[in-house]
């Protein structure tokens, strides 16, 4: 009797894969499943081979297919307070509990299901499965996945990520740069200004320089009436620095992000940013000593979805939704990466954003009933 998806989302849900954890037993026992359904996936490593992505195809690889896009890992449960274990899927209510079951092991669960009906299909075109490690924290693993994809799988029709819409069909998302500005500067006491550097004050000037981009972008960049708010807006996260308030700070280090609409011109702001580092900051902290400076990283990329209204994909996604309109979702996705390697994407799940990411998370059963009918919908797109 092949598994349904409540009984694999339960399944997927025991394994505890908060981003800091292996992945690696998750990722077996799909790759153990697909091969009783002789199945071949592909897994592809991250450095220490501590985690892995998944590929597999089913029908020829051949262009015009659909790929099937999910996250293994989940957030923290840390700190939250849940009724029950969050690593044990408890169902109340027409409810299925526990972490991920939004976010987003639903849709894989859903994917997984559909995998004896697929193999049974006489596929004209196949469906691909590409599951990744660490989308929740900066969206590493599909960065590794997509030069294996770009080679692997033929050209798809559309991709389809599975996070949480409420099986809707969204096309478009905001991107997201998160960056580390590191400053050095020269401790000194701070009775003696002239002997010192003082990272914390290069850092709040680079703070007020980063607020006139924002200030630029919300008043003249591009806008996008779908999103709130419609322009690319910034955030200042933590910052650190210095040790007692008589010593000069030798470092400082914050974080900071901006989100793009779609249209508008991140690596225009990056560089704006880096130009003014390297013509204006540098120079002068290297003239005061050359071993200080300030360096930013950009540490988490997420390009934004775009979206193609109208285009083949978009229309397939809708059909297999049963759906008439596409909207937009406020939260990232792997879907930017996609599209950068020219494989048009849709964001379509079950359950609800709002349940993620929080104690008690759950998706509806129907959700999950509705996700089941949507490979159904898939399987017969994918044989005609
Ligand atoms: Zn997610």
Redesign the pocket.
């Known amino acids: 009797m092949p598994a349904n998806s409540v009984d694999l989302l339960k399944q997927l849900v025991a394994f505890d894969t908060t981003s800091r954890n292996s992945n690696m037993e998750l990722i077996h026992f799909i790759r153990d499943y697909l091969a009783g359904y002789g199945v071949t996936a592909t897994l592809i490593f991250n450095e220490d081979s501590s985690k892995a992505n998944l590929i597999a195809t089913i029908g020829p690889n051949v262009a015009g297919g659909v790929v099937l896009s999910g ?1 293994t890992d989940v957030v923290p449960v840390d700190g939250q307070d849940w009724a029950s274990d969050p690593f044990v899927a408890s169902q109340a209510d027409g409810r299925l509990y526990g972490r991920g079951t939004a ?2 092991k639903g849709f894989i669960a859903c994917a997984l299901a559909a995998v004896p009906m697929f193999c049974k299909a006489n596929f004209k075109k196949p469906v691909h499965l590409a599951f990744s490690y660490d ?2 924290v900066g969206c590493l693993g599909i960065q590794a996945m997509l030069p294996d994809l770009k080679k692997h799988v033929a050209p798809p029709r559309l991709v389809v990520v599975g ?1 949480p819409t409420s099986m809707t069909v969204a096309n478009a998302h905001k991107g997201q740069h998160v960056s580390c500005t590191r400053i050095t500067g020269k401790e000194a006491h701070s009775s003696r200004p002239e002997d010192g550097v003082n990272a914390v004050e290069v850092a709040a000037e680079l703070i007020g320089f980063i607020g006139s981009l924002r200030n630029k972008a919300r008043d003249s960049g591009a806008r996008d009436d779908q999103f709130e708010p419609p322009y690319t807006s910034f955030n200042m996260g933590p910052i650190k620095g210095g040790s007692a308030f008589n010593i000069i700070p030798n470092t400082c280090e914050f974080d900071w992000e901006f989100r793009p609409v779609p249209g508008d011109d991140a690596k225009k702001i990056l560089s704006t940013y880096q130009t003014y580092l390297d013509e204006v900051i540098n120079p002068r902290l290297k003239a005061l000593d050359p071993a200080c400076g300030a360096e930013n990283s950009v540490w988490a990329y997420l390009p934004p979805l775009k979206a193609e209204p109208g285009c083949d994909g978009e229309t397939l996604a809708l059909a297999l939704a049963a759906k008439n309109d596409t909207g937009v979702v406020a939260f990232g996705t792997e879907g930017g990466h996609f599209q950068s390697i020219d494989f048009p994407a849709v964001v379509c799940g079950p359950g609800d954003i709002a349940q ?1 990411h929080k104690p008690n998370e759950f998706v509806e059963l129907s959700q999950l009933a509705a996700c089941d009918k949507f490979m159904v919908r898939l399987a017969e797109a994918l044989t005609g």
């Open positions: 996250h976010d987003m989308e929740e996070e993620a």
